[in-house]
């Protein structure tokens, strides 16, 4: 079991570890050719969203001048007042959501460019605790920090806004940590709880998407969806999607490398009865059937409108779909075993490897040559076998689909970090945005009925709008009962 193990780990840390890093030693500018490229990426899905807000704007004028200008039209608007309002609050929905989307979307296409440095502080920043009395002296040979009450932030409010509280705000994201200190400092609760939140919810937000993409096809491919095309199996949108939540699959199963890069002697030599069925789960199926797959996908491609029967005879959207979905909740089950305290160090956890910042720069240049690395073979296989127009075509909804998705992700973490801060627990936290979002969600049914305007679509975005508002609502008052229940001087 150990070799087997051993041998799944090489087979990943090649593609994903050792081959980028011997692309980076051949070409010393490539990291900064992948920057740009990203950024390029990010900067034209943003020119999409602002064609499209301003086009929304235009449509939204020019309706309301031809409702009020046409005869009784007025007259017609005040006679339906909660209708005429629901369609005004609707349509300044769309409009909000798509300017606060893409204000997002520019912020996280920065910390991309820059190598995560919000990720990095949240990942290695953090109060510590110093070294007992006997360390005393190697403690003092080491220049201390300045006070938070005599240092400036030198962070952008972007960073500050996520932050995980008092206890992080005066470490530098970028800080390199001193490697024989390191052995004797100790990480707050806290702050392992943070770096546990950073690790784990973009593996679960992956997964959900995986899994909700899975059973609207599921549910999708015997009967029509309507115009809800992405839930179609055999549309080109749907089976674009499935191709970037595969690479972003990969992504995060290169990062769980790289953070845990001795993970196979945790799940042999664990005692955790979990990790039995991890081993088992990836040994028996996800490995074997996921390599046929591959090859049969780089041999015979599909296309749009066309489905063929794969291994046990599944069509080949269910078995994509339930192989990423397997795999994303495989690496959740796993980081779960790796985040336990007696298995980090075994599993190769390391504070001080991850502050160095060329050990971050060079895993931070492998996840964005990933994305273009897959897409080149992408348009290889496409050029062969499905033509270049249709392989152009798919590439323009990727490049449009996976800023969204890595914006989606990240802005999630995000509030997940910030809502960590207020200690309220997994539970409460869980049931407290099941239960507002439930409400919320009837609240914007309501509001599209009323306005004669029921499309899913719209009531989606009606209810984020309606949640960005609630989150900005909700987040000073909760801060104001954490000053009230610390009994600190309210600002």
């Not at 009450?149 to 800080?175: M, V």
């Not at 073979?377 to 909804?397: E, W």
């Not at 890595?406 to 407290?432: P, Q």
């Not at 099941?434 to 679509?457: D, H, K, M, P, T």
Request: aromatic content about 10%.
């Amino acid at each position: 079991m150990e070799w087997l193990l051993a041998a799944v780990r090489v087979s990943l840390d090649v593609p994903f570890h050792r081959f980028p890093r011997a692309i980076g030693a051949a070409l010393p500018h490539g990291a900064n050719v992948l920057s740009l490229g990203i950024l390029y990426n990010f900067v034209h899905t943003l020119a999409m969203i602002w064609f499209f807000s301003m086009s929304m704007v235009a449509s939204v004028c020019t309706l309301a001048v031809a409702t009020v200008g046409r005869d009784g039209g007025l007259a017609d608007s005040l006679q339906r007042p909660l209708g005429s309002l629901g369609a005004a609050y609707a349509l300044w929905a769309v409009v909000s959501t798509s300017v606060q989307f893409g204000r997002s979307m520019w912020k996280v296409a920065w910390e991309i460019y820059h190598d995560f440095p919000t990720m990095h502080h949240m990942l290695v920043g953090g109060h510590v605790m110093k070294a007992p009395e006997s360390d005393a002296a190697l403690a003092k040979s080491e220049p201390e920090a300045p006070a938070c009450e005599d240092s400036k932030p030198q962070e952008p409010d972007f960073r500050r806004q996520f932050s995980s509280g008092t206890d992080s705000d005066c470490a530098s994201p970028l800080r390199r940590i001193p490697k024989r200190r390191s052995t004797l400092l100790k990480i707050s609760p806290h702050a392992t709880r943070r770096r546990s939140i950073v690790m784990l919810t973009p593996l679960i937000l992956v997964a959900l998407t995986n899994a909700l993409l899975l059973a609207a096809q599921v549910y999708c491919e015997p009967r029509s969806c309507g115009r809800l095309e992405i839930f179609e199996p055999t549309s080109r949108i749907n089976r674009t999607l499935r191709f970037v939540l595969f690479v972003a699959m990969l992504q995060w199963m290169q990062v769980w490398t790289g953070l845990f890069p001795l993970w196979d002697r945790v799940l042999v030599k664990a005692g955790h009865h979990r990790s039995i069925h991890v081993v088992r789960f990836v040994l028996l199926l996800l490995v074997p059937t996921s390599f046929y797959r591959l090859l049969a996908w780089l041999l015979r491609p599909a296309g749009s409108g066309v489905v063929r029967l794969t291994i046990f005879g599944f069509r080949n959207h269910f078995a994509d779909s339930l192989l990423v979905t397997g795999w994303s909740f495989w690496m959740i089950m796993a980081a779960g075993v790796m985040l336990h305290q007696d298995n980090l160090r075994r599993a190769g956890f390391s504070l001080r490897r991850i502050g160095d910042e060329e050990e971050w720069k060079t895993l931070c240049a492998s996840f964005k040559g990933t994305i273009f690395g897959w897409q080149l073979l992408h348009m290889c296989r496409g050029f062969l076998k499905i033509g270049f127009a249709s392989t152009i075509n798919d590439m323009l909804v990727i490049n449009t689909l996976y800023p969204v998705l890595v914006c989606s992700v990240w802005t999630v973490t995000f509030l997940t970090v910030a809502f960590a801060r207020y200690n309220l627990g997994v539970v409460k936290t869980g049931a407290g945005a099941l239960l507002v979002g439930f409400a919320l969600a009837v609240v914007s049914n309501q509001i599209c009925v009323r306005a004669e305007r029921g499309q899913l679509l719209l009531q989606g975005v009606v209810w984020l709008h309606l949640g960005a508002q609630t989150f900005n609502l909700l987040v000073p008052a909760l801060h104001e009962l954490r000053l009230r229940w610390q009994g600190q001087p309210q600002h």
